[in-house]
Each structure stands twice: as structure tokens, then as C-alpha cells.
């Protein structure tokens, strides 16, 4: 099996946050709420793996039997933090995981090299990364007050209203704006209105920024290629 690198990282983890986003939404509707913690652990494995490991020579998670040991080891440190009260402390964690995970695609998307296909994808990767960081925002500020979205349930289990958090995000971020979920607070409100400029810009600029790139690449490679024939 080929190892990965950061060619093609972006096209594994594109793939894998959708599948789990999904996973996400039939763990919520078929199965109990818990199984949500299955999703998370799920998903800082596949952050781990594809934005993480690929920086690393030695590539601790090439062997396969890892990945199961490290789902069920992040899904009982999760279970055993929420039943001493430390939802919030498991909840900041993960929060600052995946803020710096965004940092880092941002890194590898951004400010390296000539843009590709797998760039493009890690943009979309990034984008996905941001609607995951505010519905932890909103979870955790849902935690602190039970007042500050309408339409949630009156539920302090975050693996109940994550779920919810992450739909209400993503419709933000796209600006989608269906208006069953909604902002009760100033500091809700504003967390909000400000997803949703964030969305906005980074659609219109650098992911529009990313794809006039490959365009002018493709068009500057095919530039030189006309212009060695016309020459031989």
C-alpha cells in the first residue's frame, strides 16, 4: 500500500469528512445519541492521519490495526471525561484540535507550492474544518446557557446536541438561513452573523483565488507547450 503524502492527503480527507459528516446524521437518526462519540473519535483519527501524519516520516497510523485501537481508546477517554463533569474540559480540547488542524491544512493549502487539484480539495477540506469549529462554539455556549438558541432541546448532553449544532452551522456558513434553530443571546447572535461573513469571503476569495490559480497554471503550461512546438 502506497503511503500517503501531502499530494494527496486532501482527496482521503475530503472523502472521509463527508462519510462522516453522514455517518453523523444516521447515527442521530437510527441509533442511540451516545454513538455520537463513535463519530467524534472517527473523526480526529481521520484529522490525525491525513492533515497530522503525513508530516511525519515514521507515520505512526500506517498500520491498519491502529486505527480501530484509536477509536475506541478516544471513545472511552470521551466517556469517562462526560461522566466526571469535565463535558466542558473534553469539549475545549477537541475545539482546540480542530482549530489547529484548520491551521494546518491552511498551511498546507495556502502557503506551499504551485496549486493542484489536491489543494482545491484541501480548501474544501478547510471549509468543512471551519462549519465543525463553530458548532463546538455553539455546543459549548448551548452547555453554559440553555437560553441561548431557540429550537434546541433542553438537553447538557453534548453528544445529543452536537448533531444539531453541526446542520445549524453549516446552514450558516452557506448562509442557507432556514430559521429553525436561531440565535437567542448578543453573543450567540454575533457568533452567527460573523460564520456566516466568514463563509461568505473565504467562498469568494480563496476558493476562488485557488481555482484562478489552476486555471492559470493549466494556461501557462499549455502557453509553453505551444510555444516549444512552434519552435522545434
Known amino acids: 500500500m502506497s503511503k500517503m503524502t501531502q499530494h494527496d492527503n486532501f482527496i482521503y480527507l475530503t472523502y472521509s469528512l463527508?462519510?462522516?459528516?453522514?455517518?453523523?446524521?444516521?447515527?442521530?437518526?437510527?441509533?442511540?445519541?451516545?454513538?455520537?462519540?463513535?463519530?467524534?473519535s472517527a473523526t480526529v483519527v481521520t484529522?490525525?492521519?491525513?492533515?497530522?501524519?503525513?508530516?511525519?516520516?515514521?507515520?505512526?497510523?500506517?498500520?491498519?490495526?491502529?486505527?480501530?485501537?484509536?477509536?475506541?481508546?478516544?471513545?472511552?477517554?470521551?466517556?469517562?471525561?462526560?461522566?466526571i463533569d469535565l463535558n466542558y474540559a473534553h469539549l475545549f480540547?477537541?475545539?482546540?484540535?480542530?482549530?489547529?488542524?484548520?491551521?494546518?491544512?491552511?498551511?498546507q493549502v495556502i502557503f506551499t507550492g504551485?496549486?493542484?487539484?489536491?489543494?482545491?480539495?484541501?480548501?474544501?477540506?478547510?471549509?468543512i474544518l471551519l462549519g465543525?469549529?463553530?458548532?463546538?462554539?455553539?455546543?459549548?455556549?448551548?452547555?453554559?446557557?440553555?437560553?441561548?438558541?431557540?429550537?434546541?432541546?433542553?438537553?447538557?448532553?453534548?453528544?445529543?446536541?452536537?448533531?444539531?449544532?453541526?446542520?445549524?452551522?453549516f446552514v450558516t456558513l452557506t448562509t442557507l438561513g432556514f430559521g429553525d434553530i436561531s440565535p437567542a443571546m448578543p453573543v450567540t447572535r454575533f457568533l452567527v452573523y460573523f460564520e456566516?461573513?466568514?463563509?461568505?469571503?473565504?467562498?469568494a476569495i480563496l476558493v476562488a483565488s485557488l481555482v484562478g490559480s489552476k486555471i492559470s497554471n493549466s494556461s501557462q503550461k499549455q502557453s509553453n507547450e505551444t510555444h516549444e512546438a512552434n519552435h522545434e
Not at 463527508?18 to 467524534?40: C, E, H, N, T, Y
Not at 441561548?148 to 445549524?168: C, H, I, Q, R
Not at 456566516?196 to 467562498?203: D, N, R, S, T
Open 47 to 83: 484529522l490525525l492521519v491525513a492533515v497530522w501524519g503525513v508530516k511525519d516520516e515514521q507515520y505512526i497510523f500506517r498500520k491498519a490495526f491502529i486505527f480501530p485501537v484509536a477509536i475506541i481508546f478516544t471513545s472511552l477517554l470521551s466517556y469517562y471525561l462526560d461522566n
Open 132 to 169: 465543525l469549529i463553530w458548532a463546538l462554539l455553539y455546543t459549548l455556549i448551548h452547555l453554559a446557557s440553555l437560553n441561548a438558541f431557540n429550537g434546541m432541546p433542553d438537553s447538557k448532553l453534548w453528544y445529543e446536541t452536537m448533531p444539531d449544532f453541526v446542520y445549524f452551522s
Open 114 to 127: 504551485e496549486i493542484d487539484g489536491n489543494k482545491i480539495l484541501g480548501a474544501i477540506c478547510l471549509y
Open 18 to 40: 463527508i462519510l462522516l459528516l453522514l455517518g453523523m446524521a444516521l447515527a442521530q437518526q437510527f441509533f442511540d445519541p451516545s454513538v455520537q462519540r463513535l463519530m467524534q
Open 196 to 203: 456566516a461573513i466568514v463563509g461568505q469571503f473565504y467562498l
Open 93 to 107: 480540547l477537541l475545539l482546540g484540535f480542530f482549530i489547529s488542524t484548520a491551521y494546518q491544512t491552511a498551511k
